[in-house]
Protein backbone atom coordinates (compact mmCIF):
# COMPACT_ATOMS: atom_id res chain seq x y z
CA UNK A 1 0.00 0.00 0.00
CA UNK A 2 3.03 2.41 -0.71
CA UNK A 3 0.50 4.45 -3.14
CA UNK A 4 -1.32 5.47 -0.37
CA UNK A 5 1.25 6.97 1.86
CA UNK A 6 3.85 6.26 4.82
CA UNK A 7 1.33 6.68 7.66
CA UNK A 8 -0.88 3.15 5.98
CA UNK A 9 0.73 0.47 7.62
CA UNK A 10 0.76 2.30 11.47
CA UNK A 11 -3.32 3.45 10.95
CA UNK A 12 -4.32 -0.15 9.66
CA UNK A 13 -2.83 -1.51 12.80
CA UNK A 14 -5.18 0.48 14.59
CA UNK A 15 -8.41 -0.08 12.59
CA UNK A 16 -7.77 -3.95 13.74
CA UNK A 17 -7.74 -2.13 17.74
CA UNK A 18 -10.50 0.21 17.59
CA UNK A 19 -12.92 -1.53 14.56
CA UNK A 20 -16.23 -2.81 16.71
CA UNK A 21 -19.85 -1.92 16.22
CA UNK A 22 -21.03 1.29 17.56
CA UNK A 23 -23.05 4.59 16.75
CA UNK A 24 -22.80 6.95 13.93
CA UNK A 25 -24.13 9.46 16.27
CA UNK A 26 -26.67 10.92 14.32
CA UNK A 27 -28.46 11.97 17.48
CA UNK A 28 -27.82 11.47 21.12
CA UNK A 29 -29.33 9.58 22.93
CA UNK A 30 -29.07 7.09 19.56
CA UNK A 31 -32.82 5.95 18.56
CA UNK A 32 -32.49 2.59 19.98
CA UNK A 33 -32.46 3.85 23.74
CA UNK A 34 -35.76 6.25 22.31
CA UNK A 35 -39.12 5.02 23.98
CA UNK A 36 -43.08 4.80 23.94
CA UNK A 37 -43.29 6.98 26.74
CA UNK A 38 -42.43 10.30 24.61
CA UNK A 39 -45.81 9.93 22.06
CA UNK A 40 -47.39 12.16 20.95
CA UNK A 41 -49.16 14.02 23.78
CA UNK A 42 -45.42 14.99 24.91
CA UNK A 43 -44.53 16.08 20.99
CA UNK A 44 -47.60 18.33 21.22
CA UNK A 45 -46.38 19.73 24.86
CA UNK A 46 -43.15 20.62 22.98
CA UNK A 47 -44.62 21.87 20.14
CA UNK A 48 -46.72 24.37 22.44
CA UNK A 49 -43.44 25.71 24.70
CA UNK A 50 -41.87 25.98 20.86
CA UNK A 51 -44.68 27.97 19.62
CA UNK A 52 -43.24 30.87 22.12
CA UNK A 53 -40.32 31.34 20.85
CA UNK A 54 -41.88 32.99 17.29
CA UNK A 55 -39.14 34.43 15.95
CA UNK A 56 -36.04 31.17 16.44
CA UNK A 57 -36.09 30.03 12.78
CA UNK A 58 -37.05 26.03 12.19
CA UNK A 59 -35.06 23.37 10.00
CA UNK A 60 -38.05 21.15 8.25
CA UNK A 61 -37.61 17.41 7.40
CA UNK A 62 -40.33 15.89 4.46
CA UNK A 63 -39.83 12.15 4.28
CA UNK A 64 -41.10 10.88 0.60
CA UNK A 65 -40.79 6.96 1.29
CA UNK A 66 -41.69 5.99 -2.44
CA UNK A 67 -38.83 4.43 -4.22
CA UNK A 68 -40.00 1.96 -7.97
CA UNK A 69 -37.18 -0.37 -6.72
CA UNK A 70 -35.24 -0.92 -3.29
CA UNK A 71 -31.72 -0.83 -3.78
CA UNK A 72 -30.00 -4.34 -1.57
CA UNK A 73 -27.48 -1.87 -0.13
CA UNK A 74 -30.48 0.76 1.25
CA UNK A 75 -30.83 1.67 5.04
CA UNK A 76 -33.66 4.01 4.87
CA UNK A 77 -36.96 3.40 5.51
CA UNK A 78 -38.96 3.02 1.73
CA UNK A 79 -42.12 1.83 0.53
CA UNK A 80 -41.68 0.00 -2.88
CA UNK A 81 -43.57 -0.31 -6.14
CA UNK A 82 -47.05 1.32 -4.41
CA UNK A 83 -50.25 1.96 -6.43
CA UNK A 84 -50.91 5.69 -7.24
CA UNK A 85 -53.81 5.52 -4.60
CA UNK A 86 -51.66 4.74 -1.84
CA UNK A 87 -49.13 7.97 -3.01
CA UNK A 88 -52.43 10.10 -3.26
CA UNK A 89 -53.35 8.76 0.22
CA UNK A 90 -50.00 9.56 1.84
CA UNK A 91 -49.53 13.02 0.33
CA UNK A 92 -53.02 14.01 1.53
CA UNK A 93 -51.97 12.60 4.85
CA UNK A 94 -48.81 14.69 4.49
CA UNK A 95 -50.59 17.74 4.12
CA UNK A 96 -52.75 17.53 6.63
CA UNK A 97 -49.66 16.45 9.40
CA UNK A 98 -48.04 19.88 7.72
CA UNK A 99 -51.30 21.97 8.61
CA UNK A 100 -51.57 20.44 12.16
CA UNK A 101 -48.27 20.84 13.23
CA UNK A 102 -47.96 24.38 12.05
CA UNK A 103 -51.32 25.10 14.20
CA UNK A 104 -49.49 23.62 17.04
CA UNK A 105 -46.42 25.92 16.24
CA UNK A 106 -48.31 28.83 16.64
CA UNK A 107 -46.61 31.70 14.68
CA UNK A 108 -43.42 30.18 14.87
CA UNK A 109 -43.18 29.92 11.39
CA UNK A 110 -39.64 31.41 10.44
CA UNK A 111 -37.19 28.52 7.96
CA UNK A 112 -33.71 28.40 7.41
CA UNK A 113 -34.00 24.91 6.42
CA UNK A 114 -35.85 22.45 4.35
CA UNK A 115 -34.93 18.77 2.94
CA UNK A 116 -37.31 16.56 0.96
CA UNK A 117 -35.37 12.95 1.52
CA UNK A 118 -36.67 9.36 1.40
CA UNK A 119 -36.64 7.20 -0.05
CA UNK A 120 -36.98 9.02 -3.63
CA UNK A 121 -38.33 12.34 -3.51
CA UNK A 122 -38.34 12.48 -7.46
CA UNK A 123 -41.01 9.10 -7.31
CA UNK A 124 -43.28 11.88 -7.46
CA UNK A 125 -45.01 13.59 -10.23
CA UNK A 126 -44.45 17.72 -10.99
CA UNK A 127 -47.96 18.35 -9.79
CA UNK A 128 -47.44 15.94 -6.45
CA UNK A 129 -44.23 17.98 -5.46
CA UNK A 130 -45.48 20.93 -6.23
CA UNK A 131 -48.40 20.77 -4.04
CA UNK A 132 -46.75 19.31 -1.06
CA UNK A 133 -44.14 22.25 -1.53
CA UNK A 134 -47.26 25.05 -1.86
CA UNK A 135 -48.61 23.69 1.56
CA UNK A 136 -45.19 23.73 3.38
CA UNK A 137 -44.56 27.33 2.30
CA UNK A 138 -48.70 28.04 2.55
CA UNK A 139 -47.81 27.26 6.34
CA UNK A 140 -44.31 28.27 6.50
CA UNK A 141 -42.53 31.48 5.96
CA UNK A 142 -39.35 30.05 4.09
CA UNK A 143 -36.70 32.72 4.39
CA UNK A 144 -34.78 34.12 1.97
CA UNK A 145 -31.72 32.83 1.44
CA UNK A 146 -32.40 29.41 3.40
CA UNK A 147 -31.20 26.27 2.20
CA UNK A 148 -34.26 24.38 -0.04
CA UNK A 149 -32.74 20.66 -0.44
CA UNK A 150 -33.76 17.98 -2.02
CA UNK A 151 -32.10 13.71 -2.43
CA UNK A 152 -32.45 12.65 -6.19
CA UNK A 153 -31.98 9.03 -8.42
CA UNK A 154 -30.30 9.66 -11.11
CA UNK A 155 -31.86 7.00 -12.84
CA UNK A 156 -35.64 8.54 -12.31
CA UNK A 157 -34.45 12.48 -12.89
CA UNK A 158 -34.30 13.96 -16.23
CA UNK A 159 -33.69 17.84 -17.41
CA UNK A 160 -37.24 18.51 -17.68
CA UNK A 161 -37.31 17.98 -13.41
CA UNK A 162 -34.05 19.43 -12.38
CA UNK A 163 -35.53 23.02 -14.48
CA UNK A 164 -38.70 22.50 -11.94
CA UNK A 165 -37.26 21.84 -9.31
CA UNK A 166 -35.31 24.95 -9.68
CA UNK A 167 -38.19 27.12 -10.44
CA UNK A 168 -40.09 25.94 -8.14
CA UNK A 169 -37.04 27.19 -5.17
CA UNK A 170 -34.85 23.92 -4.68
CA UNK A 171 -31.25 25.32 -4.20
CA UNK A 172 -28.77 22.14 -3.34
CA UNK A 173 -29.42 18.25 -5.00
CA UNK A 174 -27.98 15.40 -3.70
CA UNK A 175 -27.42 12.63 -6.07
CA UNK A 176 -27.25 8.98 -5.37
CA UNK A 177 -23.85 7.72 -6.89
CA UNK A 178 -22.58 5.24 -4.59
CA UNK A 179 -20.16 3.70 -6.95
CA UNK A 180 -19.53 4.28 -10.88
CA UNK A 181 -18.37 0.68 -11.42
CA UNK A 182 -20.70 -1.50 -13.73
CA UNK A 183 -20.44 -4.72 -11.56
CA UNK A 184 -20.31 -3.33 -7.91
CA UNK A 185 -23.86 -1.27 -9.02
CA UNK A 186 -24.55 -4.81 -10.29
CA UNK A 187 -24.06 -6.54 -7.06
CA UNK A 188 -26.15 -4.10 -5.17
CA UNK A 189 -29.33 -4.19 -7.34
CA UNK A 190 -28.43 -0.71 -8.47
CA UNK A 191 -27.76 -0.23 -12.35
CA UNK A 192 -26.98 3.64 -12.80
CA UNK A 193 -25.62 4.83 -16.09
CA UNK A 194 -22.68 6.63 -15.49
CA UNK A 195 -23.02 8.82 -19.06
CA UNK A 196 -26.84 9.58 -17.99
CA UNK A 197 -25.50 10.25 -13.84
CA UNK A 198 -22.98 12.93 -15.86
CA UNK A 199 -25.28 14.71 -18.05
CA UNK A 200 -28.04 14.78 -15.47
CA UNK A 201 -25.17 16.87 -12.89
CA UNK A 202 -24.09 19.00 -15.97
CA UNK A 203 -27.93 20.12 -16.46
CA UNK A 204 -28.10 21.14 -13.22
CA UNK A 205 -24.55 23.15 -12.96
CA UNK A 206 -26.85 24.79 -16.89
CA UNK A 207 -29.62 25.57 -14.74
CA UNK A 208 -28.09 27.30 -12.47
CA UNK A 209 -27.80 25.10 -9.13
CA UNK A 210 -24.02 25.84 -7.40
CA UNK A 211 -24.62 23.98 -5.17
CA UNK A 212 -24.65 19.73 -5.52
CA UNK A 213 -23.61 17.21 -3.48
CA UNK A 214 -22.80 13.35 -4.31
CA UNK A 215 -22.91 10.29 -1.97
CA UNK A 216 -20.67 7.28 -2.37
CA UNK A 217 -20.47 4.39 -0.18
CA UNK A 218 -17.32 2.10 0.90
CA UNK A 219 -17.61 -1.58 1.06
CA UNK A 220 -19.71 -2.45 -1.45
CA UNK A 221 -19.33 -5.86 -2.84
CA UNK A 222 -16.53 -6.21 -5.27
CA UNK A 223 -15.08 -2.90 -4.23
CA UNK A 224 -11.61 -2.89 -4.90
CA UNK A 225 -8.98 0.20 -4.04
CA UNK A 226 -8.34 0.18 -7.94
CA UNK A 227 -11.87 -0.02 -9.11
CA UNK A 228 -12.77 2.27 -6.07
CA UNK A 229 -9.59 5.01 -7.13
CA UNK A 230 -11.83 5.02 -11.16
CA UNK A 231 -14.78 6.62 -9.24
CA UNK A 232 -13.22 9.03 -6.87
CA UNK A 233 -11.06 10.22 -10.28
CA UNK A 234 -14.73 10.83 -11.96
CA UNK A 235 -16.30 12.00 -9.16
CA UNK A 236 -13.39 14.87 -8.33
CA UNK A 237 -13.01 16.13 -12.04
CA UNK A 238 -16.95 16.78 -12.01
CA UNK A 239 -16.17 18.82 -9.14
CA UNK A 240 -19.45 18.50 -7.11
CA UNK A 241 -19.36 21.28 -4.32
CA UNK A 242 -19.75 18.29 -1.47
CA UNK A 243 -19.31 14.17 -1.03
CA UNK A 244 -20.49 12.52 1.40
CA UNK A 245 -18.24 9.19 1.82
CA UNK A 246 -21.00 6.62 3.58
CA UNK A 247 -19.72 3.24 5.50
CA UNK A 248 -21.87 0.36 3.76
CA UNK A 249 -22.96 -1.37 6.93
CA UNK A 250 -24.30 -4.93 6.53
CA UNK A 251 -26.73 -5.51 8.61
CA UNK A 252 -29.05 -8.52 6.58
CA UNK A 253 -31.02 -9.07 10.13
CA UNK A 254 -32.25 -6.12 10.69
CA UNK A 255 -32.44 -5.15 6.83
CA UNK A 256 -33.54 -8.61 5.17
CA UNK A 257 -33.12 -7.02 1.59
CA UNK A 258 -29.79 -7.20 2.59
CA UNK A 259 -29.57 -10.63 1.93
CA UNK A 260 -29.75 -10.00 -1.86
CA UNK A 261 -25.55 -9.27 -0.91
CA UNK A 262 -23.38 -12.00 -1.29
CA UNK A 263 -21.02 -11.62 1.77
CA UNK A 264 -18.46 -13.44 0.41
CA UNK A 265 -18.23 -10.50 -1.97
CA UNK A 266 -17.86 -7.76 0.93
CA UNK A 267 -14.50 -6.55 1.51
CA UNK A 268 -12.30 -7.77 4.29
CA UNK A 269 -11.79 -5.22 7.28
CA UNK A 270 -8.09 -4.41 6.07
CA UNK A 271 -9.42 -4.25 2.32
CA UNK A 272 -12.79 -1.71 3.52
CA UNK A 273 -10.13 0.51 5.01
CA UNK A 274 -7.77 0.97 2.34
CA UNK A 275 -10.81 2.06 0.44
CA UNK A 276 -11.61 4.83 2.68
CA UNK A 277 -8.05 6.17 3.74
CA UNK A 278 -7.53 6.07 -0.35
CA UNK A 279 -10.48 8.17 -0.89
CA UNK A 280 -9.41 10.50 1.81
CA UNK A 281 -6.62 10.83 0.49
CA UNK A 282 -7.51 11.69 -3.20
CA UNK A 283 -9.87 14.49 -2.28
CA UNK A 284 -7.62 15.91 -0.23
CA UNK A 285 -4.79 15.95 -3.54
CA UNK A 286 -8.22 17.14 -5.16
CA UNK A 287 -8.55 20.10 -2.88
CA UNK A 288 -11.45 18.97 -0.66
CA UNK A 289 -11.46 19.36 3.29
CA UNK A 290 -12.40 17.21 5.03
CA UNK A 291 -15.73 18.02 8.04
CA UNK A 292 -16.75 15.56 10.31
CA UNK A 293 -16.12 11.61 9.99
CA UNK A 294 -16.60 11.37 6.16
CA UNK A 295 -17.69 14.37 4.14
CA UNK A 296 -15.52 16.29 1.76
CA UNK A 297 -16.15 19.79 0.80
CA UNK A 298 -14.40 22.73 -1.02
CA UNK A 299 -12.70 25.18 0.84
CA UNK A 300 -14.52 28.02 0.38
CA UNK A 301 -18.25 26.25 1.31
CA UNK A 302 -19.59 27.46 4.28
CA UNK A 303 -19.06 24.08 6.11
CA UNK A 304 -15.62 24.42 5.99
CA UNK A 305 -15.31 27.52 7.31
CA UNK A 306 -17.61 27.09 10.44
CA UNK A 307 -15.32 23.46 11.12
CA UNK A 308 -12.47 25.98 11.07
CA UNK A 309 -14.45 27.66 13.96
CA UNK A 310 -15.24 25.01 15.58
CA UNK A 311 -19.30 25.72 14.65
CA UNK A 312 -20.37 22.90 12.37
CA UNK A 313 -23.26 21.02 13.76
CA UNK A 314 -24.92 18.00 12.24
CA UNK A 315 -28.84 16.36 12.85
CA UNK A 316 -30.52 13.61 10.29
CA UNK A 317 -30.21 15.95 7.62
CA UNK A 318 -26.75 16.26 7.76
CA UNK A 319 -23.99 18.55 8.68
CA UNK A 320 -25.08 22.02 8.66
CA UNK A 321 -24.02 25.45 9.77
CA UNK A 322 -27.89 26.26 10.39
CA UNK A 323 -28.53 27.94 13.97
CA UNK A 324 -32.10 26.10 14.39
CA UNK A 325 -32.46 24.83 17.65
CA UNK A 326 -35.52 23.11 16.89
CA UNK A 327 -36.22 20.72 13.69
CA UNK A 328 -39.41 19.20 12.87
CA UNK A 329 -39.97 16.26 10.49
CA UNK A 330 -42.95 15.34 8.53
CA UNK A 331 -44.25 11.58 7.23
CA UNK A 332 -43.46 8.46 7.98
CA UNK A 333 -40.54 7.56 9.92
CA UNK A 334 -39.48 11.10 10.25
CA UNK A 335 -37.41 12.48 12.99
CA UNK A 336 -37.71 15.95 14.50
CA UNK A 337 -36.65 17.57 17.79
CA UNK A 338 -38.19 19.76 19.50
CA UNK A 339 -37.22 21.76 23.04
CA UNK A 340 -35.14 19.14 23.90
CA UNK A 341 -36.54 16.07 23.01
CA UNK A 342 -36.33 13.68 19.77
CA UNK A 343 -39.89 12.58 18.22
CA UNK A 344 -40.27 10.09 15.73
CA UNK A 345 -43.25 9.74 13.55
CA UNK A 346 -44.45 5.65 12.91
CA UNK A 347 -42.58 4.10 10.25
CA UNK A 348 -45.56 2.09 8.76
CA UNK A 349 -47.02 3.49 5.84
CA UNK A 350 -50.70 2.97 6.86
CA UNK A 351 -50.73 3.20 10.74
CA UNK A 352 -49.27 6.77 9.73
CA UNK A 353 -52.53 7.97 7.57
CA UNK A 354 -54.72 6.50 10.28
CA UNK A 355 -53.02 8.45 12.91
CA UNK A 356 -53.22 11.49 11.17
CA UNK A 357 -56.30 11.33 9.67
CA UNK A 358 -57.62 10.29 13.48
CA UNK A 359 -56.19 14.05 14.05
CA UNK A 360 -53.42 13.17 16.68
CA UNK A 361 -49.44 13.75 15.33
CA UNK A 362 -48.01 10.72 14.29
CA UNK A 363 -45.77 10.57 16.61
CA UNK A 364 -44.52 7.01 18.49
CA UNK A 365 -41.80 6.99 20.14
CA UNK A 366 -39.25 9.73 21.22
CA UNK A 367 -37.23 10.81 24.07
CA UNK A 368 -36.91 13.89 26.63
CA UNK A 369 -33.37 15.08 27.05
CA UNK A 370 -31.63 15.22 30.99
CA UNK A 371 -29.43 17.67 31.81
CA UNK A 372 -26.62 15.22 31.50
CA UNK A 373 -28.00 14.02 28.17
CA UNK A 374 -27.69 17.39 26.82
CA UNK A 375 -24.14 18.19 28.26
CA UNK A 376 -23.43 14.63 26.19
CA UNK A 377 -24.95 15.78 23.48
CA UNK A 378 -23.04 18.56 22.97
CA UNK A 379 -19.73 16.74 23.88
CA UNK A 380 -20.14 14.07 21.35
CA UNK A 381 -21.71 16.45 18.64
CA UNK A 382 -18.33 18.62 18.99
CA UNK A 383 -15.87 15.63 18.71
CA UNK A 384 -17.89 14.60 15.49
CA UNK A 385 -18.24 17.55 13.71
CA UNK A 386 -15.31 20.30 15.13
CA UNK A 387 -13.04 17.47 16.57
CA UNK A 388 -12.30 19.04 19.94
CA UNK A 389 -14.30 19.49 23.34
CA UNK A 390 -13.41 22.84 24.95
CA UNK A 391 -13.66 22.12 28.86
CA UNK A 392 -14.54 26.03 29.01
CA UNK A 393 -17.32 26.27 26.73
CA UNK A 394 -18.97 23.29 28.58
CA UNK A 395 -18.85 25.64 31.60
CA UNK A 396 -20.06 28.93 30.47
CA UNK A 397 -23.01 26.78 28.71
CA UNK A 398 -23.71 24.36 31.67
CA UNK A 399 -22.10 25.38 34.09
CA UNK A 400 -19.78 22.60 35.15
CA UNK A 401 -16.19 21.73 35.32
CA UNK A 402 -15.62 19.79 32.54
CA UNK A 403 -12.63 18.40 33.52
CA UNK A 404 -14.65 17.33 36.76
CA UNK A 405 -17.39 15.96 34.73
CA UNK A 406 -15.68 13.99 32.50
CA UNK A 407 -12.49 12.65 34.86
CA UNK A 408 -13.82 9.19 33.70
CA UNK A 409 -13.90 9.75 30.19
CA UNK A 410 -10.51 11.68 30.37
CA UNK A 411 -9.15 8.50 32.08
CA UNK A 412 -10.42 6.33 29.72
CA UNK A 413 -8.72 8.58 26.50
CA UNK A 414 -5.50 7.52 28.21
CA UNK A 415 -5.10 4.97 24.58
CA UNK A 416 -6.34 7.21 22.22
CA UNK A 417 -3.57 9.31 23.82
CA UNK A 418 -0.72 6.69 23.20
CA UNK A 419 -1.67 6.06 19.98
CA UNK A 420 -1.16 9.62 19.11
CA UNK A 421 -5.26 10.12 17.97
CA UNK A 422 -6.07 12.36 20.63
CA UNK A 423 -4.51 15.54 22.65
CA UNK A 424 -5.08 17.64 25.63
CA UNK A 425 -4.13 21.25 25.01
CA UNK A 426 -5.07 23.55 27.70
CA UNK A 427 -8.79 22.82 28.14
CA UNK A 428 -9.63 21.27 25.12
CA UNK A 429 -9.33 17.53 24.12
CA UNK A 430 -8.30 17.85 20.49
CA UNK A 431 -8.56 14.82 18.00
CA UNK A 432 -5.67 14.67 16.14
CA UNK A 433 -5.34 14.16 11.78
CA UNK A 434 -5.17 10.55 12.43
CA UNK A 435 -7.73 10.00 15.26
CA UNK A 436 -10.24 11.16 12.82
CA UNK A 437 -10.19 7.84 11.36
CA UNK A 438 -11.85 6.62 14.48
CA UNK A 439 -13.67 9.36 15.91
CA UNK A 440 -16.54 7.59 16.59
CA UNK A 441 -14.26 5.39 19.17
CA UNK A 442 -13.33 8.63 21.06
CA UNK A 443 -17.71 9.64 20.71
CA UNK A 444 -18.32 6.49 22.30
CA UNK A 445 -16.83 7.11 25.70
CA UNK A 446 -18.91 10.00 26.47
CA UNK A 447 -22.00 8.01 25.83
CA UNK A 448 -23.13 6.68 29.01
CA UNK A 449 -26.02 3.90 27.38
CA UNK A 450 -24.04 1.97 25.84
CA UNK A 451 -24.47 -1.81 26.77
CA UNK A 452 -20.93 -1.87 28.89
CA UNK A 453 -21.81 0.86 30.94
CA UNK A 454 -25.43 0.44 31.56
CA UNK A 455 -25.88 -3.27 30.80
CA UNK A 456 -29.27 -4.72 29.17
CA UNK A 457 -30.09 -0.94 28.20
CA UNK A 458 -29.17 -1.41 24.37
CA UNK A 459 -29.46 -3.99 22.34
CA UNK A 460 -28.79 -2.01 19.42
CA UNK A 461 -27.15 -3.11 16.21
CA UNK A 462 -25.13 -1.01 14.94
CA UNK A 463 -22.29 -0.62 12.00
CA UNK A 464 -18.36 -0.76 12.21
CA UNK A 465 -16.80 2.09 13.67
CA UNK A 466 -14.16 2.23 10.87
Known sequence: ?????????????????????????????????????????????????????????????????????????????????????????????????????????????????LHWGGGTPTY???????????????????????????ELDPRLTDEKRIAFLKKLGFNRLSFGVQDFNPKVQAAIGRNQDEARTVALYQSCRREGFSRINFDL?????????????????????????????YSYAHLPQAMPHQKNI??????????????????????????????????????EDELAVAAGAGKLRRNFMGYTIDAAIDWVGFGMSAIGYVQGGFAQNISRIEAYIARIESGEPATFRGIKLTADDLIRQ???????????LDMKEMKALFGIDGGDYFQGERSALRGFIEDKLVEFQEDRIVVTPSGKIFVRNIAMLFDKYLSEKNPGKSKAQFSRTI
Open 1 to 113: MSSIDADYEIIKDLVKKYDRPGPRYTSYPTVPNWGDEFGAGEYREALKQASLKPQEPLSLYVHIPFCRRRCWYCGCNTTVGCHTDDVGRYLAALQKEIAMIAENLGQRKRVSQ
Open 124 to 150: LSEEQTAGIFKAMAGRFDILPGAEISM
Open 217 to 245: IYGLPWQTVESFRETIDKVTALHPDRVAL
Open 262 to 299: DPQALPDVETKFALFYTARKMFGEAGYVQIGMDHFVLP
Open 378 to 388: KAISDLMCNFR
